[in-house]
């Protein structure tokens, strides 16, 4: 599977932001997926995950009630509305399919990746 991230950019804090991550090569529909994040100098870090129907979601306590994670398995492609985005969540996003484990949080578990977006929110 091929992931394609797209969406990033610079927002002012407050604003809103809609990720894609779009796949190819084969069909979405038997991965979970992930969105990650890396701002400069720290790990990566978990972000959503998604089960591989879309219905039961999971977030980070640090974007819990601002993110939305969901899925269009005809489409093949994965979304991330960010909102209320805060200077904090600076960052690198990249998403990622795995089938090992139900709403992975943990990155070593996703076995593709896509090459990442860059959202920069200023204050």
């Known amino acids: 599977v091929q992931l394609q991230a797209s969406g990033g950019g610079l927002v002012q804090a407050g604003g809103s932001l809609r990720l894609s991550c779009a796949a190819s090569?084969?069909?979405?529909?038997?991965?979970?997926m992930g969105w990650f994040r890396q701002a400069p100098g720290k790990e990566r870090e978990f972000v959503a995950a998604t089960s591989r129907a879309g219905t039961v979601t999971r977030y980070a306590d640090s974007v819990k009630g601002r993110f939305t994670i969901s899925r269009d398995n005809v489409n093949n492609t994965v979304y991330l509305r960010m909102n209320i985005l805060k200077p904090d969540d600076t960052a690198v996003y990249y998403c990622?399919?795995?089938?090992?484990?139900?709403?992975?949080?943990?990155?070593?578990?996703?076995?593709?990746w896509g090459q990442g977006t860059q959202v920069t929110v200023s204050s």
């Open positions: 990622a399919a795995q089938t090992i484990a139900f709403l992975s949080e943990i990155s070593h578990e996703y076995i593709y």
């Open positions: 090569g084969r069909t979405l529909s038997p991965y979970g």
